[in-house]
């Protein structure tokens, strides 16, 4: 009933222009989405549809992914945002890439211990829930600079369809409805103004959700650009809402808010070359230096889910993430020894107390020991992937952290606050929302933004376009995507089979091998068991959203069946 009901959403969306034709929804079924020009895959139908409407008109890939980022702050306000920020990788037709920080940063106000009691212990829930858990957001800023550099088509056009999609309102799925839910306590005690989010009644399958407030900023964005968020009367309720709630965010942090403009982290994988987010993310440093531990492996031999395929890939995991925790911070601040991380000689050394047969008690695991100079200076994300008709390819990456963020919403504007502080480490060793643990190069300070783990990426082979992917997820975005390129390279799955194989996941601290459910056979936890690991099944791992360039030129879409996630393309 509710898919029939986005159908026809869908189908309105198709006489009001948005689409064109008919869209197809992906199968859950693990049979890509395939199409010959342009596709978009989301973790919505609404917002992919709106994608592919672009791509139609004539947009870019990078005007696609905008409409589709707006058109997620409104239909998936979990996770999509005006109020959060994250990174894109672009690839253009023509080889060249680039990519974009639209992370938030720290106010000015922010202090290295402002999470610690008078004793010096963290304080909970300040840095996940209200006002206090905000950094200044990045997405709005981040959306214009990718128009002004590579957009085609008239910033409105990208703007108008989430505008609309608030306005008129569109279908409550069952699973926005249990979220929306779950969050109500929140929504009611740390909201200064009524939440347009919580409904007294519950949410249920079948309502309609409009969004007056949220449509009038989005107005303000189209009409203004970057000065319709970051000034004026959306930024001055955003002000208001931060002193009726005690927050640190003030209109010169507003001001002073800059995405930047970065050189793409670079790794190999075989034949494979990708460019993924440098610094402040760590998904990109991380994901090469897996793949140049990794590709040395005959995996593909050991088979898909093996126990020595697990246990190789959970020991390489294990030390990276060591090192995650000790070297990699937002670069404005901290001096990240790049070119050590991904040399050859310093992985090796990593690798040196590796045992094939036994796992390594993260207890004995440090970060690698590198030359430092010091400072100078409930999961939730989201990730599209769009590759256009002249063959340009962007992967993007948005959060608001958790789901829902801060559970605030900005009185009078209708968006919600992201709790990215939480992303620092408040205390060394301390582990945050996704049991990371961190220290200096991670601490909190003024304007410093925090580090991340998301890894929107994009592979080439032979200098041809060949995958575009990324994952919400937190700490185990890094591994997921992983997980994914491995499933296509190596075990030769097709795109939805690859996003849709059950995953796993390390990450050095707690020392578990984290493994969704039914994930591996009992054979196989027993012999992981024998070697010393220690298996712990968890919620599902993250929602991967793909695009494969198969050998016949076809596009093929991978829309993760653990959520709405829909591919799109003709
Ligand atoms: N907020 C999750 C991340 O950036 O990794």
């Known amino acids: 009933m509710y898919y029939a009901k986005v159908v026809v959403v869908i189908l309105l969306m198709c006489m009001l222009g948005y689409v064109q034709s008919k869209p197809h929804l992906t199968p859950k079924n693990n049979t890509d989405t395939i199409a010959d020009s342009a596709m978009v895959v989301s973790a919505h139908p609404l917002a992919s549809a709106v994608g592919v409407a672009i791509l139609k008109k004539g947009g870019n890939a990078i005007d696609a992914a905008i409409a589709i980022q707006f058109a997620l702050a409104v239909v998936y306000p979990e996770a999509g945002n005006i109020g959060g920020g994250g990174f894109m990788v672009y690839r253009a037709a023509d080889g060249s890439s680039n990519t974009l920080d639209f992370r938030e940063t720290a106010p000015l106000a922010a202090t290295k211990n402002m999470y610690l009691d008078q004793l010096g212990n963290v304080i909970a829930d300040r840095s996940t829930k209200g006002h206090w858990a905000a950094g200044i957001p ?88 970057q000065n319709g968020f970051y000034a004026g009367w959306v930024a001055d309720s955003l002000i208001a809402e931060m002193q009726r709630g005690g927050g640190l965010i003030t209109h010169t942090d507003l001001a002073n808010y800059a995405p930047v403009w970065r050189n793409p982290i670079v790794g190999n994988y075989k034949k494979l070359r990708f460019i993924s987010m440098p610094p402040p993310s760590s998904g990109g440093i991380a994901l090469a230096q897996l793949c140049q531990v990794l590709e040395k492996y005959p995996l593909a031999k050991w088979g898909f889910h ?79 992937s769009v590759v256009d008709k002249w063959g340009n390819a962007v992967a993007v990456t948005t959060t608001l952290n958790g789901a829902y963020g801060a559970k605030v919403v900005v009185g009078g504007a209708g968006f919600l606050l992201n709790n990215q502080m939480d992303d620092f480490s408040a205390k060394p ?14 601490a909190i300070a003024p304007n410093k933004r925090m580090l991340s783990s998301m890894t929107p990426t994009i592979v080439e082979q032979n200098g041809k376009l060949r ?104």
């Open 306 to 384: 093996s126990p020595k395929t697990i246990h190789h890939i959970v020991e390489a995991e294990r030390r990276i993430y060591a090192d995650r925790a000790t070297h990699l911070g937002d670069p404005a601040f901290w001096q990240v020894p790049v070119g050590t991380l991904l040399n050859t000689a310093y992985l090796q050394k990593r690798m040196k107390d590796f045992d094939a047969q036994h796992a390594t008690p993260s207890a004995k695991i440090v970060a690698g020991n590198i030359a430092q100079s010091h400072a100078i200076g409930h999961e939730e994300t989201t990730h599209l």
């Open 138 to 225: 990045g997405t709005v800023a981040g959306a214009v600079a990718a128009h002004q550099k590579y957009g085609k088509l008239p910033w409105a056009d990208l703007v108008q369809p989430a505008i609309n999609l608030a306005q008129q309102g569109f279908v409550v799925s069952p699973t926005l409805a249990q979220t929306l839910n779950a969050e109500q306590t929140d929504f009611e005690q740390l909201n200064t103004r009524p939440c347009p989010l919580a409904k007294k009644d519950l949410w249920h399958p079948l309502d309609t959700l409009k969004q007056v407030q949220l449509a009038a900023t989005l107005v303000a964005i189209r009409d203004n650009q």
């Open 429 to 442: 060793g301390v582990p945050n929302l996704y049991g990371l643990v961190g220290n200096e190069a991670n």
């Open 467 to 570: 995958m575009v992917l990324g994952t919400p997820g937190g700490s185990t975005i890094i591994t997921s995507v992983l997980q994914v390129l491995l499933n296509v390279e190596e075990f030769g799955m097709t795109m939805q089979e690859a996003v849709d194989a059950p995953r796993f996941h390390h990450q050095w601290l707690p020392d578990l091998v984290f493994i969704e459910k039914d994930a591996l056979d009992t054979p196989t936890i027993k012999q992981l068991q024998q070697m010393g690991h220690t298996i712990k099944e968890r919620p599902p791992i993250g929602r991967v959203d793909a695009i494969l360039v198969r050998k016949d030129g076809k596009l093929a879409g991978g829309a993760d069946k653990r959520g709405e996630d829909t591919a799109l393309g003709y």
